[in-house]
T-cell receptor, first 110, second 113 residues
């Protein structure tokens, strides 16, 4: 069965203090790895899809990278508005469902 | 203009009742999903429909029955509600099956008294 483990569970940052979130996964053939952002009381908001090892994608202060076993979400010079729970999910090559990790809750203090 | 909308946003009811949650998407997508997010914030897939055909049916009690009247709508009916059904239920849609981004609604918080 597909497994997705995110670390740390929670991350408290000072504004401007860059950091990385980790998503380790086990899947029999990866169709895609997804990053989402979820704000309290809202549904997950799509950020990135990564398809193969070595791929990188960027959006504003966020950069996602992928290896064969894990993905990192780098937050560069975060601002308070980057505070949210970041979710990682994988889709296996022989399946259509997304398997989600438990998320990393990021709090950025001004 | 909301892309994926769910109603109601909150649902408070008693054990044993039957309730429905409605979902509509205006993105023109072919595929829709229902997820359950428990108190530990884990999102788990329940069902998926592609062009009104059931594609994913995870290990969910048969008290839960999805219905897709057309590609833009996917409703969830729950019979004989139990305490363990308390959770946030999210509807999502994607353009097609495969590694397509899924767009989520804002959830329906179901509380069983």
């Amino acid at each position: 069965e597909d497994q997705v483990t995110q670390s740390p569970e929670a991350l408290r940052l000072q504004e401007g203090e860059s950091s990385s979130l980790n998503c380790s996964y086990t899947v029999s053939g990866l169709r895609g790895l997804f990053w989402y952002r979820q704000d309290p009381g809202k549904g997950p908001e799509f950020l990135f899809t990564l398809y193969s090892a070595g791929e990188e994608k960027e959006k504003e202060r966020l950069k996602a990278t992928l290896t064969k076993k894990e993905s990192f979400l780098h937050i560069t010079a975060p601002k308070p508005e980057d505070s949210a729970t970041y979710l990682c999910a994988v889709q296996a090559a022989n399946d259509y469902k997304l398997s989600f990790g438990a998320g990393t809750t990021v709090t950025v203090r001004a | 203009d909301t892309a994926v909308s769910q109603t109601p946003k909150y649902l408070v009811t008693q054990m044993g009742n039957d309730k429905s949650i409605k979902c509509e998407q205006n993105l023109g997508h072919d595929t829709m999903y229902w997820y359950k997010q428990d108190s530990k914030k884990f999102l788990k897939i329940m069902f998926s429909y592609n062009n009104k055909e059931l594609i994913i049916n995870e290990t969910v009690p048969n008290r839960f029955s999805p219905k897709s009247p057309d590609k833009a709508h996917l409703n969830l009916h729950i019979n004989s509600l139990e305490l363990g059904d308390s959770a946030v239920y999210f509807c999502a849609s994607s353009q097609a099956l495969g590694a397509q981004p899924q767009h989520f609604g804002d959830g329906t918080r179901l509380s069983i008294l």
